[in-house]
């Protein structure tokens, strides 16, 4: 598994402790900056970098990282493909993976803790999409998103 991430410097932090944890799963990591906490930058760049990966395949999965997690979160779902969850609790991190089939997760540094954040991360990558009924739905958002892009 390849996974993508990038933050701003709200999240900076937080993004390192994550890829530090991936890399620890031996699970590869591709970081799109922003590369300091100390430089304020805008979250949408990143968003949107990560983003792109995950549509052309380069990465499997993204990462993002902002102070809310909700910045990031919502420049990422303006990328057509993109399904990006922002997440606070393992329950949701499942389920926006096993119902909603998410490509990305997004946190916030300012609300979680580095415990819980990884707990969200683990519980995330190895949760499995369910594909049935939840398929129907999730086809559905993609058919809003190619109304929408005429
Ligand atoms: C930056 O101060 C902050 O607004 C950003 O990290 C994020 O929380 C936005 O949603």
Same mark, same amino acid.
């Given at each position: 598994m390849r996974i993508g991430l990038g933050c701003d410097h709200g999240g900076y932090n937080l993004k390192l402790e994550i890829i530090k944890y991936l890399e620890s799963m031996n699970i590869e990591c591709v970081d799109f900056g922003? !590369? !300091?906490?100390e430089e304020s930058v805008d979250y949408p760049v990143y968003g949107e970098m990560v983003a792109n990966a995950v549509v052309s395949k380069e990465v499997d999965y993204g990462i993002v990282c902002c102070g809310t997690g909700i910045g990031i979160s919502l420049a990422a779902n303006k990328v057509p493909g993109i399904r990006c969850a922002v997440v606070s609790d393992v329950f949701s991190a499942k389920m926006s993976k096993a119902? !909603?089939?998410? !490509?990305m997760l997004s946190l916030g540094e300012r609300v979680l803790g580095k415990g819980l954040a990884l707990e969200i991360v683990s519980a995330w990558i190895n949760t499995e999409f369910e594909g049935d009924r939840h398929s129907r739905r999730v086809n559905m958002i993609s058919e809003i998103e190619k109304k929408h892009s005429k």
């Open positions: 922003t !590369n !300091n906490g119902h !909603n089939n998410a !490509n």
